[in-house]
T-cell receptor, first 113, second 110 residues
Framework: DGGITQSPKYLFRKEGQNVTLSCEQN?????MYWYRQDPGQGLRLIYY???????QKGDIAEGYSVSREKKESFPLTVTSAQKNPTAFYLC????????????FGEGSRLTVL | EDKVVQSPLSLVVHEGDTVTLNCSYE??????LLWYKQEKKAPTFLFMLTSSGIEKKSGRLSSILDKKELSSILNITATQTGDSAIYLCAGYNAGNMLTFGGGTRLMVKP
């Protein structure tokens, strides 16, 4: 079955540590996105990528980094520079240049201790 | 900067009630609006609306877009406890970028 796989589902981190969240898709989508969701709130865009080896900052990119070395993979690193990293992180993908459905992974919940 | 606002922020109803969720948008060169339901993890797609005045319907859920008023509504009739979720709307601009609203949290009590 085609879809988006995020891992880990739950992650605990000590302050000052970098962590990397994995996102893999087998939908053959060119565009991939990372969103952050805080409790009871909507989705805010962190980074997006429309092609391999290229990505752009979203609205809240500070303290995060990404890479896009393969079409299928778009990992997100939450760095120690992110002041309030505890949140739910969602990865998504879609067909490029189409204003259509955005497909989501199951999410990764990061808690900083 | 594009902006999408949803109201109410939260809503508590009883099974069998009908609810209307609102979404207003200020999106540069607006293209389309999407509705999602999020229960626990991944949002699931409900509707995409591009034309004003044309209702999209799926079972007890329906949605309509009003381009003149820059808004959309999502109606749920005969609500069930399984409808409890966060409902998200999002608008696409001409650059193919999607802006999400803050969501409406719906709780349906038995």
């Amino acid at each position: 079955d085609g879809g988006i796989t995020q891992s880990p589902k739950y992650l605990f981190r000590k302050e000052g540590q970098n962590v990397t969240l994995s996102c893999e898709q087998n939908l053959n989508h060119d565009a991939m996105y990372w969103y952050r969701q805080d409790p009871g709130q909507g989705l805010r865009l962190i980074y997006y990528s429309q092609i391999v080896n290229d990505f752009q900052k979203g609205d809240i990119a500070e303290g995060y980094s990404v890479s896009r070395e393969k079409k299928e993979s778009f990992p997100l690193t939450v760095t120690s520079a992110q002041k309030n990293p505890t949140a739910f992180y969602l990865c998504a993908s879609k067909v490029i240049a189409v204003t259509g459905e955005l497909f989501f992974g199951e999410g990764s919940r990061l808690t900083v201790l | 900067e594009d902006k999408v606002v949803q109201s109410p922020l939260s809503l508590v109803v009883h099974e069998g009630d009908t609810v209307t969720l609102n979404c207003s948008y200020e999106v540069t060169n607006f293209r389309s609006l999407l509705w999602y339901k999020q229960e626990k993890k991944a949002p699931t797609f409900l509707f995409m609306l591009t034309s004003s005045g044309i209702e999209k319907k799926s079972g007890r859920l329906s949605s309509i877009l009003d381009k003149k008023e820059l808004s959309s509504i999502l109606n749920i009739t005969a609500t069930q406890t399984g409808d409890s979720a966060i409902y998200l709307c999002a608008g696409y601009n001409a650059g193919n970028m999607l802006t999400f609203g803050g969501g409406t949290r719906l709780m349906v009590k038995p």
